[in-house]
């Protein structure tokens, strides 16, 4: 879940913040951190508690959840999918020098992800990814560290931060928080992960076991998410150097945060482990999105208690049809970079109150045990979490409409 989440909200959302606003949405980060926890943290507590994945728990909640989170899930993937494969693919033009039109890296990238998806060896490249998470986590750390002792946050006299109650300012804000720290879809994700996990292991790990590691992740994302604000802030803010609306001259930009506090020997260790932190978030996502329409067609075909698991071939096909409408929509829209990532993460934060009500209902099942339902606190930022989406979510549609 760390993986996939430390990906676009932070290395171009949470930059971007920090670069147009300076600290100034630092309480946007924290809020849209602290508000989804519930939602997300739902998704293996539901797994561990029944023995089944939330898209199984809709289904037999109500049909009408059911077909809003596959009507959801259909909406955003191919917005989802190509923002990553984006960001990605820029960073391969960067760390290999080799210059090639965007939809072409995005079609090499998608490929690599087929390829080692077909064979099977995500689990060879788990622990390796693990490893430079840490590496670029830890970078991450020291180049905040360096840029408070090495750069003076002094912007010019004239600077004057954008407004943020605007059209453009909340525009930005609701794409801010769509996917901080990662869509609270992922919380089916993780639920399929828990089970399949179990599956692997042969082992059923006990509710604070699987909590224990969630939280760790977590809250890891989060405070990554508020070290990107700061080197954007710091190294941006002010400055006459606006955000790039491409995703080769971003990955430029993303690169510079590091060397400009870290020194220029730092750019190859951490454009590798950038590089390699977007890749375990698109190959993540190239296989979770069919995966997840899998379950749903399964569902829809042998019911939410078949014990059988969907087709294998199936999947297969839908590896290859979800990268395919993927590539279309990358063709279609061309390197309109920001206006993609905007695109993918407001769709999020909009369906994200419906998702968050859901969650909740469905972990007060009578199929969950009382044992595994949330305690006082966490019920009540579940409820003051709903409200919070849906008060932002309101806000935005309204500022959209009215102006």
């Not at 020098?97 to 064979?119: D, F, N, T």
Request: proline share 4%; with cysteine; aromatic share 14%.
């Amino acid at each position: 879940m760390a993986a996939a989440a430390i990906g676009v909200s932070h290395l171009v959302q949470s930059t971007r913040a920090g670069a147009d606003y300076g600290f100034a949405l630092v309480w946007a980060v924290i809020l849209a951190n602290l508000f989804k926890y519930p939602f997300l943290e739902y998704g293996p507590r539901y797994a561990i508690a029944t023995g089944k994945n939330l898209i199984q728990g809709y289904a037999n909640m109500h049909p009408a959840a059911y077909w809003i989170f596959g009507l959801f899930t259909l909406s955003t993937m191919f917005a989802v999918h190509a923002a990553v494969t984006m960001v990605t693919a820029s960073l391969a033009t960067n760390l290999t020098g080799i210059e090639l039109p965007i939809l072409a890296w995005s079609a090499i990238i998608l490929v690599l992800c087929l390829l080692y998806l077909a064979k099977n060896t995500y689990a060879m490249l788990d622990q390796a990814v693990k490893i430079l998470m840490v590496i670029l986590a830890v970078s991450t750390v020291i180049a905040m560290v360096l840029a408070f002792v090495n750069l003076d946050y002094s912007p010019p006299p004239q600077t004057i931060a954008p407004e943020i109650w605007t059209v453009s300012g909340v525009a930005f804000l609701i794409a801010l928080m769509g996917w901080m720290p990662i869509p609270i879809d992922a919380a089916a994700w993780q639920s399929i992960w828990s089970i399949d996990r179990i599956k692997q292991t042969g082992y059923k790990p006990k509710l604070n076991e699987v909590l224990f590691d969630f939280n760790l992740g977590y809250l890891g994302a989060a405070i990554i998410a508020l070290c990107f604000l700061t080197l954007g802030a710091m190294v941006m803010y002010g400055s006459s150097q606006d955000f790039a609306s491409s995703a080769a001259a971003f990955s430029n930009q993303l690169v510079e945060l590091y060397t400009t506090s870290m020194g220029e020997w730092a750019y190859f260790i951490i454009m590798l482990c950038a590089f390699t932190t977007m890749f375990s978030t698109t190959l993540t996502v190239t296989s979770t999105y069919p995966d997840v329409v899998n379950h749903l067609i399964h569902i829809r075909k042998h019911g939410h208690s078949s014990s059988k698991s969907p087709s294998r071939k199936r999947h297969e096909y839908l590896l290859i049809g979800v990268s395919a409408g993927t590539l279309l929509l990358l063709w279609l829209l061309g390197d309109r970079f920001r206006f993609l990532i905007d695109l993918a993460t407001t769709l999020s934060f909009l369906t994200a109150p419906i998702l968050a009500f859901m969650n909740h209902k469905l972990i007060h099942q009578p199929e969950v045990e009382i044992e595994f339902r949330p305690g006082k606190w966490l019920y009540t930022l579940s409820i003051s979490g709903i409200v919070f989406l849906t008060v932002f979510a309101l806000i935005y549609l309204y500022w959209m409409i009215i102006y």
